[in-house]
């Protein structure tokens, strides 16, 4: 169980690193990482990386649409992980 959860802590690192590295390329007028990957990034448990991303490093916080999916997002992912969580507690995995 400690595994899971340090995966997710990890995996929630990542999410918020790419939000960085997005703003980075960004202000250096470099390739950009698609809105669609953000969102699945986020939708795939990584929405309280990229939703701190947003917040710590100004990046994508005046768009509508990230405004109201990634808080979706991170919604989803607590709702599944309290669900993961109980599922892999009853079979003790």
Known sequence: MKVFWLIIFV????????????????????????????FLLSFLLGGI????GMY????????????VLVPLAVFTNILSLYFL?????????
């Open 49 to 52: 990386g990229v939703f701190c």
């Open 85 to 93: 969580h109980k599922i892999l507690s009853i079979n003790h995995f």
């Open 11 to 38: 995996w929630n690192i990542i999410t918020f690193a790419i939000m960085g590295i997005d703003k980075y390329k960004a202000t250096h007028e470099k390739w950009r990482i698609k809105e669609r990957t953000l």
């Open 56 to 67: 710590i490093f100004h990046h994508k916080t005046k768009h509508i649409s990230f405004k």
